[in-house]
């Protein structure tokens, strides 16, 4: 079975700066998907960023980029110029690609609380 | 877009009573998730319809879990004789095809409480 790690359970930022949340994952497979999402305090789930296993390039989506190290098995998500709205859980997110496998489910790490400081 | 919408947002029980909440995901989107989070813990998926076929039920998901998409659209999480561990926040989650990198979107959740 799949196991999602993020080993910080609390963050902080300053607004504007630069911050990376960690996550690692074990997995004997090898063609699978990895996702972080964010969780405001009202709850609803959204998607941040993606990455494809047999991508070699890194995600980015506007100020938030992975830095994704396959051999290492390390995901971790970089937020440049933090913003007060950025403030929110972001879980490490884990989805295996083998057809006719659990492949339908998304396998969450326990989460990181990220707060920014005005 | 609407957004999926979940109802109730809170739950409060007795022990031993049964509850029902409801999903309404996203209009066309036939893919439909439940997801069980507990306090500290990420998400932890319980079953999963394409339209409105159960095609993956997680071994979380008791003989006291049912969950039903009929007709494809809505759908109901009952927990019948309910237990104190089942106290947790309940997410539905829609999507419009069935990718595997594809975007969830998620409900703001039931929050069960079971006293």
């Known amino acids: 079975a799949q196991t999602v790690t993020q080993s910080q359970p609390e963050m902080s930022v300053q607004e504007a700066e630069t911050v990376t949340l960690s996550c690692t994952y074990d997995t004997s497979e090898s063609d699978y998907y990895l996702f972080w999402y964010k969780q405001p305090p009202s709850r609803q789930m959204i998607l941040v960023i993606r990455q494809e296993a047999y991508k070699q390039q890194n995600a980015t989506e506007n100020r938030f980029s992975v830095n994704f190290q396959k051999a290492a098995k390390s995901f971790s998500l970089k937020i440049s110029d933090s913003q007060l709205g950025d403030a929110a859980m972001y879980f490490c997110a884990y989805r295996s690609a083998v057809s006719g496998g659990s492949n339908y489910k998304l396998t969450f790490g326990k989460g990181t609380l990220l707060t920014v400081n005005p | 877009d609407t957004g999926v919408s979940q109802n109730p947002r809170h739950k409060i029980t007795k022990r031993g009573q049964n509850v029902t909440f409801r999903c309404d995901p996203i209009?066309?989107?036939?893919?439909l998730y439940w997801y069980r989070q507990t306090l500290g813990q990420g998400p932890e998926f319980l079953t999963y319809?394409?339209?409105?076929?159960?095609?993956?039920k997680s071994r979380l998901l008791s003989d006291r879990f049912s969950a039903e998409r009929p007709k494809g659209s809505f759908s109901t999480l009952e927990i019948q004789r309910t237990e104190q561990g089942d106290s947790a926040m309940y997410l539905c989650a829609s999507s419009p095809q069935f990718l595997l990198n594809e975007k969830l979107f998620f409900g703001s959740g039931t929050q069960l409480s079971v006293l």
């Open positions: 209009s066309e989107h036939n893919r």
């Open positions: 319809f394409q339209n409105e076929a159960q095609l993956e």
